[in-house]
């Protein structure tokens, strides 16, 4: 209930606060409509749920001193945030994260501990001597990073549906982006002939003796 | 994007404690993955009329980035605990 105030102490009402007054009101009821973009309580729902297991699945990675079961929960954790943007509506960026992310890295990374175990190098970190600098570095850069995203307003306006944010999305990444996927096709190429290259390396190092001379090289006068 | 920050500490709690190089690599990658939630939710939320797909699109690349970072990561990983 408003209390009646006298009217010498009430400021002088202008056309000009008047306005802004108008103009904050509306600024407030479009922000807190805005604050409301995902209406629909069950993708809402599974949003969260999936947050929420991507950051357990992330803790996981993270936590696991078996490199093996920290590689398993990192592709869970990446098909976790394919399936979040399937939610948001990002159709092609979660198919893109399935294909590169889970299959791409999960795999790759599975397949390079899987290597090392049979070179005699085990999978398991066991060093947990900065634990407590860590847990302070990360919590200070979430403080750091929420305050600074803490000012993000979201603007009005709606997404197209799903299959056509697709047709879009293809459409300007080949016309608007053709540069920076042609640049990234020549990453890609630059990477796999360099982990060949690596690769090579490794094999030729490994069949070489300090001497210089190839291991595979089967000594004179002797049959097989 | 709270859960992008929270992903991105974790990243960073794990680039720091661990030794191992592939353990490293999957830091890198849970920090490359709160990078990409962030992009697709502020291409959600800031609707451009110009560039609707913007931020997207930036997702994909980014997506083809750390593909690469893996490729030549698990390449040096291999090498690094011989030396």
């Known amino acids: 209930m408003r209390s009646a105030r006298p009217a010498g102490n009430r400021p002088p009402r202008t056309v000009t606060s008047s306005f802004a007054r108008i103009e904050r009101r509306v600024q407030n009821e479009q922000s807190a409509r805005e604050r409301r973009v995902i209406r629909d309580p069950a993708q809402a729902a599974g949003i969260y749920l999936t947050g929420a297991l991507i950051l357990v699945g992330g803790l996981a990675v993270v936590t696991l001193r078996n490199l093996y079961r920290a590689g398993v929960a990192l592709a869970l954790t990446l098909l976790m945030a394919a399936l979040l943007f399937l939610l948001l509506g990002a159709p092609l960026v979660g198919l893109v994260e399935l294909v590169g992310g889970v299959a791409g890295v999960g795999f790759m990374l599975l397949g390079s501990l899987i290597y090392l175990r049979r070179r005699g190098v085990a999978g398991i970190d066991p060093d947990r001597r900065l634990r407590p600098l860590s847990i302070l570095a990360a919590l200070a850069a979430f403080t750091l990073l929420a305050v600074g995203l803490s000012g993000a307003r979201w603007a009005a306006g709606s997404w197209p549906e799903a299959g056509g944010s697709v047709a879009m999305l293809a459409g300007e990444i080949g016309q608007r982006y053709a540069v920076a996927l042609d640049g990234l096709a020549i990453l890609l190429v630059a990477a796999l002939v360099g982990a060949f290259v690596l690769g090579g390396r490794e094999s030729s190092d490994a069949d070489t003796t300090p001497g210089g001379h190839r291991k595979s090289q089967r000594p004179r006068g002797r049959s097989t | ?83």
């Open chain 2, 1 to 83: 994007l709270l859960l992008s920050t929270g992903l991105f500490s974790i990243g960073i709690y794990g680039l720091l404690t661990r030794r191992h190089a592939v353990a490293l690599l999957m830091s890198t990658q849970l920090m490359l993955a709160a990078v990409i939630i962030a992009l697709v939710a502020f291409a959600r939320f800031t609707y451009q009329p110009a560039q609707p797909l913007a931020g997207q699109a930036l997702a994909v690349f980014i997506i083809g980035v750390a593909v690469a970072e893996v490729i030549v990561g698990t390449a040096l990983a291999r090498r690094v605990p011989r030396q």
